[in-house]
């Protein structure tokens, strides 16, 4: 599998040091609202990896919960048709929402995602991700808290997957040019 891999962009450390940042940056941001009823959303599949190592370093009391959207299928490119898969459980009315994205680039699937979840009047919505691909922003998306910035390149691993493979590396890697053309 690693023989796919064209390099290493993120190691196991560095994984560590941005959740850990992000962890102390939301911990910060809810304590000082003084808030009780945290929701956290992880959007799935991709996010599932990122969305666990989170909720251990956030020092509150929350509830998880997933919602599970596709616009990819097993291409490399968003289709930009949304498709609720799998819905909350939780009713977020009146709650403190933090969505947890793995990556945004377009931000076509994240907006419509937004929209949905703004109609269902949560008290505060906020958005982290693991990776911010500006290059590629199509559509406008207000990224709360950031793990890192990447280039325009295609990534998989620590959740990120290529056709629903490479989500259990456990680093984020640049996927080869003969397997996305292969």
Do not use: W
């Amino acid at each position: 599998m690693d023989e796919h891999i064209e390099r290493v962009l993120i190691d196991t450390q560095e994984i560590k040091t941005i959740v850990a940042r992000l962890g102390d940056e939301i911990t910060a941001h809810y304590r000082a609202l003084e808030t009780f009823d945290l929701i956290v959303v992880g959007l799935l599949r991709g996010s599932f990896v990122f969305a666990a190592d989170l909720v251990r370093v956030i020092n509150l009391p929350l509830i998880m919960d997933f919602m599970t959207v596709s616009s990819y299928g097993d291409e490399t490119a968003s289709t930009g048709n949304v498709k609720v898969v799998m819905d909350l459980d939780e009713s977020i009315e009146g709650k403190d929402v933090l969505m947890v994205e793995d990556i945004i680039d377009t931000g076509n699937t994240f907006a419509k995602v937004l929209r949905l979840m703004h109609h269902r009047r949560p008290r505060t919505l906020k958005i982290c991700t693991f990776l911010n691909k500006p290059s590629r922003r199509l559509v406008d998306v207000p990224i709360d808290f950031c793990g890192r910035t990447i280039e325009d390149e295609f990534v998989c691993g620590y959740g990120l997957d290529f056709a629903q493979r490479y989500r259990n590396l456990p680093y984020v890697g640049v996927l080869s040019r003969e397997v996305l053309e292969g």
